[in-house]
């Protein structure tokens, strides 16, 4: 267990809908990083915030958006859900923003959009 | 743009053989790889990395080696056990205000006892 929960572990939704995932960091993290992985594209980074401030971006689409609240919990923004959407999205949390501590995966929510 | 090229993408071994999984990436700024261990139905998990300013880092049976001339680093795993059996990201990550990371596509390895 890393300490770091998401919710739903699953979700099956309709194309054009939009979902809400959550992510708690390990205690005592201030950054929480959002990922996508699916079979055609590998892991891909998406998003980094750090104690409440976004940080980073990587290929996150116009359609995601995220933020970080002030207890450091995290929502991930999905909307006008397509087909290719479907995919397994993974909240990371880490110490600070340096990168000098490791980022510790949570279990992940597994999206279907049909 | 940025990128992580990672194999074998599938690897077989037999228990008690070594393994290794090479990884080359594109970004030069790139100053941190690390490698993570997906297990079925879990989250990636950390399992060692290394620096730019380093050249090996060994932990037991994982060892990592960095090129950074070359733009390489690999994953060698010693004495595999079948419990070793998973799928290997590398990646390649910089500071960019926050903390950017890209992984490679992914070795699944399978240890056959």
């Known amino acids: 267990d890393s300490g770091v929960t998401q919710t739903p572990k699953h979700l099956i939704t309709a194309t054009g809908q939009r979902v809400t995932l959550r992510c708690s960091p390990r205690?005592?993290?201030?950054?929480v990083y959002w990922y996508q992985q699916s079979l055609d594209q590998g892991l891909q980074f998406l998003i980094q915030?750090?104690?409440?401030?976004?940080?980073a971006k990587g290929n996150i689409l116009e359609r995601f958006s995220a933020q970080q609240f002030p207890d450091l919990h995290s929502e991930l923004n999905l909307s006008s859900l397509e087909l290719g959407d479907s995919a397994l999205y993974f909240c990371?949390?880490?110490?600070?923003?340096?990168?000098?501590?490791?980022?510790?995966f949570g279990p992940g929510t597994r999206l279907t959009v049909l | 743009g940025e990128n992580v090229e990672q194999h074998p993408s599938t690897l077989s071994v037999q228990e008690g053989d070594s393994a290794v999984i090479k990884c080359t990436y594109s970004?030069?700024?790139?100053?941190?790889f690390p490698w993570y261990k997906q297990e079925l139905g879990k989250g990636p998990q950390l399992i060692i990395d290394?620096?730019?300013?380093?050249g090996e880092k060994k932990d037991q049976r994982i060892a990592v080696t960095l090129n950074k001339t070359a733009k390489h680093f690999s994953l060698h795993i010693t004495e595999t056990q079948p419990e070793d059996s998973a799928v290997y990201f590398c990646?390649?990550?910089?500071?960019?205000?926050?903390?950017?990371?890209?992984f490679g596509a992914g070795t699944r390895l399978f240890v056959k006892a």
């Open positions: 205690s005592g993290d201030l950054s």
């Open positions: 990646a390649a990550s910089k500071q960019t205000g926050g903390f950017k990371t890209i």
């Open positions: 290394i620096r730019s300013n380093v």
């Open positions: 970004d030069s700024a790139s100053n941190y």
């Open positions: 990371a949390s880490s110490e600070g923003t340096s990168g000098k501590g490791e980022q510790f």
């Open positions: 915030y750090y104690n409440g401030e976004e940080r």
